[in-house]
């Protein structure tokens, strides 16, 4: 169930499978759109910012420039 511990468990698990680099990065994605998709269920601001932007950090470890701009943006403001 959606809640603000089970989106940020997916958080760090996606944070965690990016330092290892065992997954995908569109697995790594998923995950991330998952909890940002349950944090604006729940219309939990912190949460979705800092699934947000995990998801900018991933697009700048990719040199997606543009998109980890977008993202890191978004998950400022």
């Given at each position: 169930?959606?809640?603000?511990?089970?989106?940020?468990?997916?958080?760090?698990?996606?944070?965690?499978?990016?330092?290892i680099g065992s997954a995908s990065t569109p697995n790594i994605i998923q995950v991330l759109e998952t909890a940002i998709n349950q944090s604006r269920t729940l219309q939990d601001q912190r949460a979705e910012s800092y699934a947000v932007g995990?998801?900018?950090?991933?697009?700048?470890?990719?040199?997606?420039?543009?998109?980890?701009?977008?993202?890191?943006?978004?998950?400022?403001?």
């Open positions: 169930p959606a809640s603000r511990v089970s989106i940020y468990a997916r958080v760090n698990f996606a944070q965690s499978l990016m330092k995990t998801l900018g950090t991933l697009y700048e470890n990719l040199k997606d420039w543009s998109n980890a701009k977008k993202f890191t943006t978004t998950a400022l403001s």
